[in-house]
C-alpha cells in the first residue's frame, strides 16, 4: 500500500490555482522527488501532505488518513524540513531540538540522548551549546534536518534540503540521506539541483504550474526526453541568437540560452566536428552525456536554477 | 584506516509508537507549548526580573509618596497610598500583559517563526494559543507577587486580603492579553497597527482604569471606557480585596463576569486566528 496517494490534488488561493489537479503515489520505502520551477507549487504540495495547508479539491492519504482531519497523526509519523528555517535563534541548538521534540510528546530522557545523535548527525556536535542566531547559514540549514528526525519519522519531507550547503556537507547529507532509506524510511524531495535529484531520487514527478509534465525513475526520464549527449557551444552572448538559424537542423533539438546553445544529438562529438568543418566556430565547446537539466528545460522551458 | 561512522546507522530507530505520541500531544500539547514558551523567555529572564522589580519600586515611590504627600484627604475611604497600590499592581501587570499580545506574537509569526516550527508537528495552533495563555499567566502572576511583595515594603497593603490583588492583577492581565494575541494573529504587516493599538485602545483603558483616582469622578458620559477597560474591573476587584471597597454584589459579578469573558472569548478567537493563520 502507497504511503502517500494523492488524486487530484488541488489548491487554489482565491482565483489563482497554486496546484492543479495532481496525482501520484509514494510506496513505502521510496524515495519520491518533487522537481518544478519557482512558484511550481511544490511546497504547497509538501504543506498539504502535512496538513498544514487545505487542499481544495481532489482527495490525498498519508499512511493511509487523511491529514486535514488526522493531522496530529499523520505528522507524528512526519519529518519535516520547511523550505524556510524556522530555528529559535534564541535558543542553544541543542535545545532547539529538545523543545521540538516537546512538541510530539516525546518524553525528556529519550529526547537528551536523541539530541546528541542528531547533532552528530548534523555535525554541530560542538555547536550543541551555541545560540542558534551564532550560526552559519549552512550549520542552520543542517540543524533545521536533524531536526526533522527527532520523532523517527517514517516519511521525511525535505523542501529544498541542501540550499546554503557547501559541496562537502551536501555529499555528506547524500550519504546519510541514503541510508536513511536503507533504514525504511521514504523521502519526499524537493531540489532545484539535478545532480541531487539524480542522486537521491528513485522516482520523480516535475511540476510545471501546479501540473506533473513527466514522471519516472531520473533514467527513464533523461532517456525520454533527451538524447544521449548534449554540445553545449558559446559564440558569445552578441552572436548566440543569430547562430541559430546555421545550427538548425544539424541537430535534434536546439535551444538557444542567453549565454550558450545546446545542441541535442546521440553522438555529440560527431556533432561537433560537423560544426567545425562548416567554419562556425564556436568560443568554446563542450560534449557531456544529457542529464535531468535537459529534461527540465525541455518540459519547462526554463532552467532549474531561475 | 577504514572510516567507522559508514557502518553505523546514521539514527537509530527505536521503534516509538507514533499513535501514542499524537495521542499525547492531541491530550497536552499546550502543556508543551507552554513550557516552550517559558524556555524562550530563558535569555530574557535578567531583565524581566529587573523591570518587575524596579517598576514598582518607581510606581510606588512616585505615586504613593510623591503624589499621596499632596493627595492629603482619603480617597474611597483610606489613605492615597492604600487606595493607589491596588490599582498600580493591576495596572503594571496589565499593560505588561498586553504588551504580550503585541510584538511577541506577531513575531512569532513573522520573524522567530515558532509557530511556523511547531505547526510541523502534532501540535495544533489552537494549542499554541493555549500554552501561550498559560505560560503568560504565569509570568504575570510571578510579576504581580513580585509588586506585592515590595508594596510590603512601602506598607502599601493594610492586610493580608491584599494578596488576592495577585490573581485578580493576572486575571486582568489575561483580559488584556487573550483578544491582543487573537488580534496580533491576524497582521501580516508590522504597520502602524501596534501604534494605533498602544495609543487609542490600550493607554486609554489605562487612563480611564481608575488607578489614580475613582473612575466616579470623571464625568459619566466618560466613565464607559472604564467599563469596559479589564484594568478597571480588576481595580476594582484588587480594591475590594485590599482595603475593602464597598462595591454592591451586583457589581462584583459584572467585573468577575467581564474579566472571565475576555479571557475565555479572546481565546476562542485566538483559536480561529492562529488556525486561519497556520493552516491555509
Ligand atoms: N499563502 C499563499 N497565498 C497566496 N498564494 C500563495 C500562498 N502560498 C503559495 N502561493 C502561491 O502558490 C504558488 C506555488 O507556491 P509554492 O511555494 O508551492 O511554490 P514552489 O514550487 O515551492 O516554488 P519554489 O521553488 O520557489 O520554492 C506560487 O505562485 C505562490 O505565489
Ligand atoms: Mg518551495
Redesign the interface.
Known amino acids: 500500500m502507497p504511503v502517500i496517494q494523492a488524486q487530484n490534488l488541488t489548491k487554489k488561493?482565491g482565483d489563482f490555482t497554486a496546484v492543479d489537479g495532481i496525482s501520484f503515489e509514494v510506496a513505502p520505502g521510496e524515495s519520491f522527488g518533487l522537481l518544478g520551477p519557482n512558484g511550481a507549487g511544490k511546497s504547497t504540495t509538501m504543506r498539504m501532505i502535512?496538513?498544514?495547508?487545505?487542499r481544495t479539491s481532489g482527495s490525498l492519504t498519508v499512511l493511509g488518513l487523511d491529514p486535514e482531519e488526522r493531522?496530529?497523526?499523520v505528522?507524528?509519523?512526519?519529518g519535516?524540513v520547511?523550505q524556510?528555517?524556522?530555528?529559535?535563534?534564541?535558543?542553544r541548538a541543542r535545545?532547539n531540538l529538545i523543545?521540538?521534540g516537546?512538541?510530539?510528546?516525546?518524553p525528556r530522557a529519550?529526547l537528551e540522548t536523541k539530541a546528541d545523535?542528531?547533532l552528530e548527525?548534523a555535525q554541530l556536535t560542538e555547536k550543541a551549546k551555541a545560540k542558534v542566531n551564532a550560526l552559519s547559514g549552512g550549520m542552520k540549514r543542517r540543524l533545521t534536518i536533524a531536526r526533522?528526525?527527532v520523532?523517527?519519522p517514517?516519511i521525511l519531507l525535505l523542501d529544498e534540503p541542501t540550499t546554503g550547503l557547501d559541496p562537502q556537507a551536501r555529499h555528506i547529507l547524500w550519504d546519510?540521506l541514503f541510508?536513511?532509506k536503507e533504514?525504511?524510511v521514504t523521502l519526499v524531495i524537493t531540489t532545484h539541483f539535478m545532480d541531487e535529484a539524480e542522486q537521491l531520487c528513485d522516482r520523480l514527478v516535475v511540476i510545471d504550474h501546479g501540473k506533473i509534465v513527466a514522471e519516472g525513475s531520473p533514467q527513464a526520464l533523461i532517456r525520454e526526453y533527451s538524447t544521449r549527449e548534449v554540445v553545449e557551444v558559446r559564440f558569445g552572448s552578441a552572436r548566440n541568437a543569430a547562430m541559430e538559424a546555421e545550427l538548425r537542423g544539424m541537430a535534434e533539438r536546439i535551444e538557444v540560452l542567453p549565454d550558450r546553445i545546446l545542441l541535442y544529438a546521440r553522438d555529440g562529438e560527431g556533432l561537433l566536428e560537423q560544426i567545425s568543418r562548416r567554419g562556425l566556430n564556436p568560443l568554446t565547446s563542450l560534449v557531456r552525456r544529457s542529464s535531468l537539466e535537459d529534461v527540465f528545460l525541455r518540459l519547462t522551458g526554463r532552467s532549474l536554477i531561475d | 584506516m577504514t572510516d567507522v561512522r559508514h557502518e553505523q546507522p546514521v539514527v537509530t530507530f527505536t521503534g516509538l509508537d507514533h499513535a501514542a505520541l499524537a495521542a499525547r500531544t492531541r491530550r497536552w500539547g499546550w502543556l508543551h507549548y507552554a513550557r516552550y514558551r517559558q524556555a524562550s523567555e530563558g535569555p530574557f529572564l535578567v531583565t524581566a526580573l529587573m523591570l518587575a522589580i524596579g517598576n514598582p519600586i518607581l510606581y510606588l515611590a512616585a505615586m504613593g509618596l510623591g503624589l499621596g504627600s499632596i493627595v492629603q484627604a482619603d480617597v474611597s475611604g483610606v489613605s492615597y497610598l492604600h487606595f493607589v497600590a491596588p490599582g498600580l499592581l493591576v495596572a503594571t501587570v496589565a499593560t505588561t500583559g498586553a504588551q504580550f499580545g503585541t510584538w511577541p506574537i506577531f513575531g512569532g509569526f513573522k520573524w522567530i517563526r515558532n509557530y511556523l516550527a511547531a505547526q510541523a508537528t502534532p501540535l495544533e495552533p489552537g494549542q499554541m494559543a493555549q500554552g501561550e495563555t498559560l505560560a503568560i499567566g504565569v509570568r504575570l502572576f510571578v510579576q504581580a507577587a513580585i509588586f506585592w511583595v515590595i508594596g510590603l515594603a512601602f506598607g502599601a497593603w493594610p492586610g493580608g486580603w491584599s494578596l488576592l490583588a495577585i490573581p485578580i492583577a493576572t486575571v486582568a492581565a489575561l483580559a488584556m492579553f487573550t483578544p491582543l494575541m487573537a488580534y496580533s494573529a491576524t497582521l501580516e504587516e508590522e504597520g502602524l497597527h501596534f501604534n494605533f493599538v498602544q495609543r487609542l485602545i490600550i493607554m486609554p483603558m489605562f487612563l480611564f482604569a481608575g488607578t489614580f483616582f475613582p473612575l466616579e469622578s470623571m464625568p459619566i458620559y466618560l466613565q464607559w471606557v472604564g467599563w469596559v477597560s479589564p484594568m478597571w474591573h480588576g481595580t476594582q476587584l484588587a480594591r475590594m480585596a485590599s482595603f475593602g471597597l464597598a462595591v454592591p454584589p451586583w457589581l462584583v459579578g459584572v467585573h468577575v463576569v467581564f474579566l472571565l469573558a475576555c479571557i475565555v472569548g479572546g481565546q476562542v478567537w485566538a483559536h480561529r486566528t492562529f488556525t486561519r493563520r497556520l493552516v491555509r
Open positions: 488561493f502535512g496538513g498544514t495547508s487545505l493531522g496530529p497523526e505528522r507524528a509519523s512526519l519535516v520547511p524556510q528555517d524556522s530555528l529559535d535563534e534564541e535558543l535545545d523543545v521540538y516537546r512538541y510530539f510528546g516525546l529519550y545523535e542528531l548527525f526533522g528526525l520523532n523517527e517514517r546519510r541510508r536513511l533504514q525504511g
